[in-house]
């Protein structure tokens, strides 16, 4: 499955590799490697780092331990590439990315998330943290340290509520995020893989099939309702166009007989 930045879709489940809503650093539940941002600034506190000295990418980094940093333009990067199966997203989880993957174009059809490569190519960054950063947040950045503390905080806080709220018992999972000029997060890829997946029991199995045969039955009944009112509508149409058709025939008839009393009474005086 994936989830695709802000605004973005989502991928179908798939077996493997995972895009969600979650992180988990080595597979180990609720735990990941690096000091808080609240502890960085703690230990600033203490006089036992310097904190207010550190860039963003320092704070990043101190974090998060070896992930990934990139000073570019992701916003040029349209949601459609973006949320593709084949987007080159491995890329940004190397050093030596350049410019040039920011002008990626799909060629061909899109291969489907199940398919071997595109496995391949998620199975790659497991594990892994990457941000993007553009050129004029980074100056902002580095004239404004309180400005870049906030990013952090942000950044963190959202890789830590993911984590909390929906993160599956031994997935690992790797974290492609892109800011925009103000720090905000424009768009991310969160990928995982591994966990514990099982199916239903069979104590499960039997509950969703009761209720399943329970819905049939609703619905066969209400089928049934629908046709049986559907003809006693029919039923009481017919028997008021016949009654109307019998009372025609009575008002006709009283019409007639009350005409030919009338002739007979003029022929009479006639005579």
């Not at 969600?20 to 990941?32: C, R």
């Not at 502890?39 to 780092?49: C, F, I, P, R």
């Not at 995020?177 to 103000?182: G, T």
């Not at 109307?244 to 022929?267: C, F």
Request: charged share 25%.
């Amino acid at each position: 499955m994936s989830v695709n930045g802000i605004g973005a879709t989502g991928y179908p489940a798939l077996q493997g590799v995972r895009k969600a809503q979650q992180y988990q650093k080595n597979g180990v539940a609720g735990k990941s490697s690096g000091v808080s941002f609240a502890e960085l600034v703690a230990t600033k506190v203490a006089g036992q780092s310097d904190v207010s000295g550190m860039s963003f990418k320092d704070m990043w980094q101190a974090r998060y331990p070896g992930a990934y940093y990139h000073v570019l333009d992701g916003s040029v990067i349209s949601q459609g590439a973006w949320d593709r199966n084949d987007f080159p997203l491995e890329k940004f989880f190397q050093d030596n990315t350049d410019a040039s993957v920011l002008n990626w174009k799909p060629t061909g059809a899109e291969p489907q998330a199940t398919s071997s490569q595109v496995q391949s190519w998620w199975n790659s960054t497991l594990g892994q943290k990457s941000i993007i950063v553009p050129p004029e947040l980074e100056e902002k950045m580095k004239n404004d340290p309180e400005l870049a503390k906030k990013v952090m905080a942000n950044v963190e806080n959202f890789i830590t509520t993911y984590t909390a709220t929906s993160v599956r018992p031994g997935r690992v999972c790797s974290w492609l995020i892109s800011l925009d000029e103000n720090g905000e997060i424009e768009k991310y890829h969160v990928i995982g893989g591994g966990g514990n997946i099982s199916g239903p029991t069979e104590e499960q199995q039997r509950q969703f099939e009761a209720e399943q045969a329970a819905k049939r039955k609703r619905r066969e009944e209400y089928a049934w309702l629908n046709e049986e009112a559907a003809l006693k509508r029919k039923l009481m149409e017919q028997e008021a166009d016949a009654r109307y058709y019998q009372t025609s025939i009575n008002k006709k008839a009283v019409l007639a007989a009350t005409y030919e009393k009338k002739i007979m009474e003029v022929v009479s005086i006639v005579k």
